[in-house]
């Protein structure tokens, strides 16, 4: 019986897990391994707090490529709104992830779909096959498999000092379910990182009863636009072959002539041809210099979301970067410098969180799987550091850079290869190219 172990079970994995069953051959085992036990929610949609929006209409939201009005139609069964234009609570699209996968066991996969609540530290071969060890003791042998981990946790910022804060003064973790426990009701907070990762801990403040100050601070103090209008579906076509300067400047005329948020939506398909394009320089001019304002314009708040945050009274954002940190005896105090100036600022807080956004460095990685993987050679990491190196199909590139028929990658630790490949939408369409050429590597002959 041939068989797939699909490692981490959010989004992609549980997508994957669904496209595997119905494309392999018919005796296909899939074992869906989540540490968290969340099969379908991942980190994303696990979520209870039911102001945590997506920032993707429910139109371009369904889990499955061919049939776009699929979410819109559970929605409807479950007595939701089902406005193609809407926006969600990610609980919401979570149970809806959930779902797909009890609707394809009480279809006739039960034995064959194996949801593993434990963690994989290791995979090794072992002959043809692959064994995988797992945190409790246990060890498992599969055909392939494929790496589906999601975002990885924020890395802290180098030479801050935090290790010498007392406990609870920093979160390092906004995830953490520590992260906002023990915090006083008016008890001023410092968030590292204006992205949507601070919006969404701002929320959840908000949720816990909190009325203190809050300073939001990044090197540039740029905050998600909001999103705005209905969806546009037209496709920009930039000039091909050319520098990212001259196609810049080509998406800018496009954006002074439309709304910009109409700019970004046409250039969206074809985001991951345009960075399969640029060579490794221009790569790496674009993340020095444009990613901050790519992130922003292209990861948007909800228009409910925006209208909250730019009402609310407490929280203020500034652009600066930190200089020191040192604990008082009853809060921390932190000196920082604003962005422009030549003297420092100071602020003292109760606690310092980290919502510097999603881990991208997996040379400064924690997880054990990824640390053995690079450190045994099985994986590399990609030129960029962005993520692992993998080929064109999404196997994974050892040291010597050849790829491994068994093990495959998807979701954001592929971001190196494809660049914007967070969003439902762009990763519904890489799983589903990864899961007909595994399942057809795994049929007979």
Not at 361 to 375: F, G, H, K
Request: proline fraction near 7%.
């Amino acid at each position: 019986m041939p068989s797939v172990a699909v490692v981490g079970a959010g989004f992609s994995g549980a997508l994957l897990a669904l496209h595997l069953l119905k494309l392999g051959p018919a005796d296909l085992q899939v074992s869906l391994i989540d540490r968290a036990g969340g099969f379908g929610r991942g980190l994303a949609y696990a979520t209870r707090n039911p102001r945590h929006l997506l920032n993707v209409r429910v139109g371009n939201m369904s889990a499955w490529p061919d049939d776009p009005g699929h979410l819109a139609d559970w929605l409807a069964g479950e007595g939701e709104h089902a406005d193609p234009a809407a926006f969600i609570s990610r609980e919401t699209y979570g149970g809806y992830l959930s779902a797909q996968l009890r609707e394809a066991v009480s279809d006739g996969v039960a034995g064959r779909l194996l949801l593993e609540h434990d963690q994989v530290i290791d995979i090794a071969r072992a002959g043809d096959r692959l064994t995988l060890t797992l945190a409790l003791g246990r060890t498992l042998e599969a055909d392939a498999a494929v790496l589906a981990m999601g975002n990885l946790p924020p890395a802290s910022p180098r030479g801050a000092g935090f290790e010498t804060l007392p406990a609870g003064a920093y979160a390092a973790d906004p995830w953490d379910p520590a992260a906002l426990e023990d915090l006083g009701a008016v008890a001023p907070v410092l968030l590292l990182g204006t992205g949507l990762t601070m919006v969404d801990v701002a929320i959840d403040l908000e949720a816990r009863g909190h009325r203190g100050p809050i300073l939001a601070l990044s090197r540039r103090g740029l905050v998600p636009r909001r999103h705005h209008g209905a969806p546009h579906a037209a496709s920009l076509r930039l000039p091909p072959a050319e520098p990212l300067s001259t196609r810049l400047a080509a998406f800018r005329w496009r954006a002074a002539a439309v709304d910009w948020r109409v700019a970004i939506d046409e250039v969206r398909p074809a985001t991951q041809d345009l960075w399969r394009e640029a060579g490794e320089a221009e790569r790496r001019r674009f993340l020095r210099h444009l990613r901050p304002w790519w992130d922003v314009h292209r990861h948007r708040m909800a228009p409910q979301i925006a209208d909250w945050f730019e009402a609310h009274p407490r929280l203020s954002v500034a652009a600066g970067r930190l200089r020191s940190i040192a604990a008082e005896p009853a809060l921390v105090r932190v000196d920082w410098r604003p962005r422009g100036s030549a003297t420092d600022a100071t602020v003292r807080v109760a606690r310092i969180i980290n919502c510097s956004g999603v881990g991208t460095d997996l040379a400064r990685t924690r997880d054990p799987l990824l640390r053995r993987l690079v450190d045994s050679g099985a994986a590399r990491l990609d030129p960029l550091g962005l993520g692992l190196d993998v080929d064109a199909k999404g196997r994974v590139l050892d040291a010597d850079g050849q790829a491994d028929p068994a093990l495959w990658a998807v979701g954001p630790l592929t971001r190196g290869a494809l660049w914007d490949i967070t969003a439902v939408p762009d990763i519904r369409a890489q799983v589903a190219a990864v899961a007909a050429d595994l399942a057809a590597s795994l049929r007979p002959g």
